[in-house]
């Protein structure tokens, strides 16, 4: 969900970009410090990044002022947790606004808390409920990606809810509007990137299995599908 630039009012757009403010700088912590911890991270990291540059940069008409397109966050927040995939996601936006006019910089903000905070946790809590269940592994990666590509779809139709109600119905009327719109063409995306993800993750866990049992998604033993012991408290 990229809002246009200069779409949302003015005060509309500081608010949000005051209320990101702070899970971008704990993300730039976090992400510092796995780097320095473990540099040979920077690979997966990379791509990661890459991943949601290249789905969050395919376009397709959605209401005035925004557009649909899958997100690619999900993947980032289940390896890295979601304060690192915050700042992944927000260079992407930053270098989507400036190199592709794909969204913009006054509403960066707005983007940010919706694509690379919203949908992030919303996908990585999904992803852990359903780990300490004992859900098989894909199943729980599916689940985390298509919540995180959903859920930036329903803030972002808050936001645009909130900046334009309805003359009539005000918020509630403005918020089924956008939520309604948005949902014919982000449904089938996020079930896409659903399944993409997991098609990556396949991969991963055939090249990366070392790097993967570190970062608590694939655990040794009998017990695969869900973290225990302090693993489970590091994750």
Avoid at 83 to 100: D, E, K, R, S, Y
Avoid at 171 to 194: D, H, N, R, Y
Avoid at 215 to 220: D, K
Wanted: hydrophobic share 50%; charged share 10%; with cysteine.
């Amino acid at each position: 969900m990229h809002i246009a630039e200069g779409f949302l009012p003015p005060a509309h757009a500081v608010a949000w970009g005051v209320a990101s403010a702070p899970f971008v700088v704990h993300g730039v912590r976090a992400l510092s410090r796995e780097v320095r911890e473990h540099p040979e991270s920077t690979l997966l990291l990379g791509a990661s990044g890459a991943f949601t540059f290249v789905l969050s940069a395919l376009k397709l008409p959605s209401v005035t002022g925004s557009c649909s397109h899958p997100t690619g966050t999900g993947l980032g927040a289940i390896l890295f947790r979601p304060p690192v995939m915050t700042v992944l996601g927000t260079i992407t936006l930053l270098f989507q606004a400036l190199l592709l006019a794909h969204g913009g910089l006054t509403t960066l903000g707005a983007n940010a808390f919706s694509m690379a905070i919203a949908g992030p946790w919303a996908g990585y809590g999904t992803y852990r409920l359903l780990r300490r269940f004992g859900v098989p592994l894909m199943v729980t990666v599916f689940s985390g990606a298509f919540v995180a590509d959903l859920s930036t779809y329903c803030v972002t139709s808050v936001q645009l809810a909130l900046a334009f109600p309805d003359p009539g119905s005000g918020f509630l009327g403005a918020l089924g509007t956008f939520g309604s719109v948005f949902a014919v063409t982000q449904i089938p995306l996020a079930v896409s990137e659903g399944l993409l993800t997991v098609l990556v993750m396949r991969l991963l866990v055939q090249s990366s299995k070392g790097e993967l049992t570190r970062l608590g998604v694939l655990v040794t033993g009998r017990r695969t599908a869900q973290p225990t012991g302090t693993e489970a408290v590091a994750r």
